[in-house]
């Protein structure tokens, strides 16, 4: 088993990452090795599999919070458009900012185990990565590896899912997260409301007593809420 603490779960380590070849992403060094099998199995289909974003620190998931609790980057309906935050109560605007993003401490980039991947050969260099829906879908550059994944998970032995496949009314779907399931289960079993409470309260965080107040609710809709088989 991984080793398990409040540091790892939360991303205020850095201890468990090791830096994939070839990329600046950093990820968990026990995944890298099936992460790199991947990678060649991939080549071998005519795909380049390369990591956009891996690792995320919990000061950085609370930075990017902050921004769109403040105004300071948009926040997006569920259609990908910039919404008025002025309008919204402060329960309506957590439940608008954790649609598109994750809570800090509750981000499974924290683990080291979930990162979002494209496919670095269907386009040109300069090509300007969006991380949309619209680019994994069909006539999108990375459909045709995007489809290719989808086979290789209809496999129950294959180790990397989608958790945020299908749209179960919490998170929006995200085609290009990918998640490594021998050490994303681990650290998710661990993940509770209280541990965010923990986490959260002594932090200066916008919108903070709205998400205390109403932990038990957000953590069942946006963190627990996931596909974790072919099936969910």
């Not at 088993?1 to 991303?11: L, R, V």
């Amino acid at each position: 088993m991984s080793e398990i603490s409040i540091e790892i779960i939360t991303g205020q380590t850095q201890r468990h990452l090791a830096r994939l070849p070839g990329e600046a992403q950093q990820l968990h060094s026990e995944m890298l090795p099936s992460l790199m099998a991947l990678q060649q199995r991939a080549a071998q289909c005519g795909f380049t599999l390369a990591v956009a974003s891996g690792f995320r620190s919990f000061d950085r998931q609370l930075a990017i919070w902050n921004a769109k609790a403040r105004g300071e980057r948009p926040v997006l309906d569920y259609d990908g458009n910039p919404l008025n935050v002025e309008k919204m109560s402060p329960l309506e605007l957590v439940h608008a900012i954790m649609r598109w993003s994750a809570l800090p401490g509750a981000s499974r980039h924290h683990w080291g185990s979930d990162f979002d991947v494209w496919d670095r050969a269907a386009v040109a260099e300069d090509y300007q990565l969006q991380l949309v829906p619209e680019e994994y879908q069909d006539g999108g550059p990375f459909a045709p590896m995007s489809r290719w994944l989808d086979e290789q998970m209809q496999d129950e032995r294959f180790e990397f899912f989608r958790p945020y496949r299908l749209d179960r009314g919490g998170i929006a779907p995200e085609p290009w997260h990918l998640s490594y399931r021998p050490l994303a289960r681990q650290f998710d079993s661990v993940l509770t409301p209280a541990l965010l409470v923990k986490v959260l309260t002594p932090v200066e965080m916008a919108l903070k007593e709205t998400v205390l107040d109403n932990i038990d609710f957000l953590f069942e809709r946006y963190i627990q809420n996931i596909c974790d088989s072919v099936e969910s």
